[in-house]
């Protein structure tokens, strides 16, 4: 099955610096990456997913990045801003088991004022 | 935009007790997804339906149930419940089981989920 890992597992960030979060996957042939973004006492909130036939999604101050060939992919926020504090969840679907998510431990991001 | 609903959002449960969870997935979404989640985890996959048939199955204890109805809601029976199940359980649906080629029937909505705490 699929292992998704994910880092760093907490991150600190001043506003207006930029957040990476990266996560590698085990599965060769996952092509769908999700990203969720869940905030306390909330569910997860899909921000941005890429599909492996791009390298690179961009939405606003979001984007991710994607190289298939080392199976691993990336979240970028840029200047940030307070409301970013959350966790943030990479994730791969399993295709030959219903596409069920496999997701990474979770990074929580802090933007300080 | 309608999103995925799940009810009740708080339920406070006493050991050995019976529980339902209940998901109603966004308007014309065919599969859903139950999810659990513990405290500082990341969510973990227990069950889906497609169709209304079961179609994956993961480490979900046998004292769960699940099924689709035939508009598509799904309910979570839990039954003989323990102090460990206490825990955000969240519901997500899709267009679709299973990912094409990159039409986005595969994308999983999150509901907000049930917190359910067992004393």
């Known amino acids: 099955g699929e292992n998704v890992e994910q880092h760093p597992s907490t991150l600190s960030v001043q506003e207006g610096d930029s957040a990476v979060i990266k996560c590698t996957y085990s599965?060769?042939?996952?092509?769908?990456f999700p990203w969720y973004k869940q905030e306390l006492g909330k569910g997860p909130q899909l921000i941005i997913d890429?599909?492996?036939?791009?390298g690179e999604k961009k939405d606003q101050r979001i984007a991710v990045t994607l190289n298939k060939t080392a199976k691993h992919f990336s979240l970028h926020i840029t200047e940030t801003q307070p409301e970013d504090s959350a966790v943030y969840f990479c994730?791969?679907?399993?295709?030959?088991?219903?596409?069920?998510?496999?997701f990474g431990g979770g990074t929580r991001v802090l933007v300080k004022p | 935009a309608a999103g995925v609903i799940q009810s009740p959002r708080h339920l406070i449960k006493e050991k050995r007790e019976t529980a339902t969870l209940k998901c109603y997935p966004i308007?014309?979404?065919?599969?859903v997804y139950w999810y659990q989640q513990g405290p500082g985890q990341d969510p973990q996959f227990l069950i889906s339906?497609?169709?209304?048939?079961?179609?994956d199955k993961g480490s979900i204890p046998d004292r769960f149930s699940a099924q689709q109805f035939s508009d598509y809601h799904s309910e979570l029976n839990m039954s003989s419940l323990e102090l460990g199940d206490s825990a955000l359980y969240f519901c997500?649906?899709?267009?679709?089981?299973?990912?094409?080629?990159?039409?986005?029937?595969?994308?999983?909505?999150f509901g907000p989920g049930t917190r359910l705490t067992v004393l």
């Open positions: 994730a791969a679907p399993n295709k030959a088991a219903g596409n069920k998510l496999t």
């Open positions: 997500a649906s899709s267009l679709g089981p299973v990912g094409t080629s990159g039409r986005g029937e595969d994308t999983q909505y």
């Open positions: 339906f497609y169709e209304k048939m079961q179609s």
């Open positions: 599965d060769s042939a996952s092509n769908y």
């Open positions: 890429i599909r492996s036939n791009v």
């Open positions: 308007p014309r979404h065919d599969t």
